[in-house]
């Protein structure tokens, strides 16, 4: 597949935790930035939270839902040649904006919607809040739940979860949770349970939702990659990263 001018390859990029619409995400800057190397790319990969409609600072949910449909629609008309497949992470599974999603995909052939994993080739996404504790299918599936009807919280809770950024809390919380190692074997425990082949099949998994980025690192024979995060908190940054994939 033809890749821009100069390249001959499949090739994509993942992103995750853009949280758009929330006043902790500098999401819309970042994916701004990457609007030129979307121009080269098959496929892009957006792998959870992108959207955030709990902390989101727009009127109400039915605003925040209609102004997701419309950047998605948007991004698809700006980026005719590429495959878009849409993962869903806790903050935007909201049932509201699934079902008008799926009708959207309807509508946007090249715009793909994923609950939980994708798989392409020998690499596999997720966005990764399965790594919250060990846990199989059904224990998502109900955490997911309690997010799926999660109400829009209100500014005072917003100002305070700001705070807790700056003070650097949420960074000391994310690394004290989710330790690399052990959160790659919550993840690999998790797709033991959900698709018990799928060491086989794999090279490379990708996943987001802790917002502590990293590439490289090796457990039993597979890759596994955090694409970072675009809140706004220093140590916890935004990583965008290219795959490649076999003819």
């Excluded at 100069?6 to 902790?24: E, I, P, Q, W, Y």
């Excluded at 596999?124 to 997010?147: I, P, T, Y």
């Excluded at 908190?233 to 490649?244: I, K, Q, S």
């Amino acid at each position: 597949m033809q890749i821009g001018r100069n390249h001959t390859a499949t090739r994509g990029l993942v992103v995750s935790d853009l949280h758009l619409f929330a006043r902790r995400s500098q999401g819309a800057s970042h994916f701004k930035s990457l609007q030129d190397k979307l121009a080269d790319v098959d496929i892009l990969v957006l792998n959870g939270d992108t959207f955030d409609f709990r902390w989101s600072t727009l009127a109400d949910e039915a605003t925040t839902v209609t102004a997701a449909l419309e950047w998605l629609g948007a991004l698809a008309d700006r980026h005719p040649h590429c495959q878009i497949h849409f993962i869903q992470g806790n903050h935007d599974c909201l049932i509201s904006f699934r079902d008008q999603l799926v009708a959207l995909t309807e509508k946007l052939p090249r715009l793909q919607c994923h609950t939980n994993e994708l798989r392409l080739g020998p690499a596999l996404f997720l966005h990764g809040d399965c790594a919250n504790r060990r846990m199989d299918v059904a224990e998502l599936r109900r955490r997911r739940a309690r997010w799926e009807r999660s109400g829009q919280s209100g500014n005072l809770r917003c100002a305070a979860y700001r705070a807790i950024d700056r003070l650097g809390i949420t960074r000391r919380g994310h690394e004290w949770i989710f330790p690399r190692e052990r959160t790659v074997r919550r993840i690999a425990h998790y797709l033991d349970h959900a698709s018990p082949d799928w060491r086989r099949q794999t090279r490379d998994c990708y996943f987001g939702h802790t917002h502590l980025p990293f590439s490289g690192h090796h457990f039993n024979g597979i890759t596994f990659h955090n694409t970072g995060s675009a809140i706004e908190v220093r140590g916890m940054g935004f990583n965008p990263l290219f795959f490649d994939l076999p003819d």
